[in-house]
């Protein structure tokens, strides 16, 4: 099975900053890797597919990269809404999360 | 508008058996791949089984293989999810999702779509 490691497991941050979370995948994925952000009491919600894509809707202070075997998700400016978990999803083989980034205010 | 809702969720004792369903509206249900996602109390996601269109590709996690069968209903617009032998361990919010690309044989792709979930609790 292709194991998911993110790092970090929580991230402090202020309004404003550029944050980069990373996720790494146990064997290749070649792109097949998603991200989403999870509030509190919510369902995940889709940001980045196939490594790079960004969904419709999403604003575009989310950005994703990456291939094979490391991959980052990056938000180029904090806003107040952006306080979450995040997840990236390999999709290659079966399906396998990370095991999450808590995104704090610092 | 995509609807997904599950239901079925609810308390039941150590090695028994609960049935999860998921009504879909709102797209061509047999376009699509479905799949099952839970979440531990307080945990991260962990995807449970996957299904393509027509049934004809199915996978499950390790956690699950053996004991979790999923099934959909094209007719009914339905996805289930049998669970037998069930363990303190299932206990989660099972998510229903959809895969965001259409016309797709397989079933691995990313989810745009989720519903709500249902509670299942394993407890004696």
């Known amino acids: 099975d292709i194991q998911m490691t993110q790092s970090p497991s929580t991230l402090s941050a202020s309004v404003g900053d550029r944050v980069t979370i990373t996720c790494r995948a146990s064997?290749?994925?070649?792109?097949?890797l998603a991200w989403y952000q999870q509030k509190p009491g919510k369902v995940p919600k889709l940001l980045i597919h196939?490594?790079?894509s960004l969904e419709s809707g999403v604003p575009s202070r989310f950005s994703g990269s990456g291939s094979g075997t490391e991959f980052t998700l990056t938000i180029s400016s904090l806003q107040p809404d952006d306080f979450a978990t995040y997840y990236c999803?390999?999709?290659?083989?079966?399906?396998?999360f990370g095991q999450g980034t808590k995104l704090e205010i610092k | 508008e995509v609807r997904l809702v599950e239901s079925g969720g609810g308390l039941v004792q150590p090695g028994r058996s609960l049935r999860l369903s998921c009504a879909a509206s709102?797209?061509?249900?047999?376009?699509?791949?479905m799949h099952w996602v839970r979440q531990a109390p307080g945990k991260g996601l962990e995807w449970v089984s996957g299904?393509?269109?027509?049934?004809?590709?199915?996978g499950y996690a390790d956690s699950v293989k053996g004991r979790f069968t999923i099934s959909r209903d094209n007719a009914r617009n339905s996805l289930y999810l049998q669970m037998n032998s069930l363990r303190a361990e299932d206990t989660a919010l099972y998510y229903c999702?959809?895969?965001?690309?259409?016309?797709?044989?397989?079933?691995?792709?990313?989810?745009?779509?989720w519903g709500q979930g249902t509670l299942v609790t394993v407890s004696s």
């Open positions: 999702a959809k895969i965001r690309l259409g016309g797709y044989s397989g079933y691995d792709h990313a989810f745009d779509n």
């Open positions: 709102g797209f061509t249900f047999d376009n699509y791949a």
């Open positions: 299904i393509n269109w027509n049934s004809a590709s199915i």
């Open positions: 064997q290749s994925i070649n792109n097949w």
């Open positions: 196939k490594a790079s």
């Open positions: 999803q390999q999709y290659n083989s079966y399906s396998t």
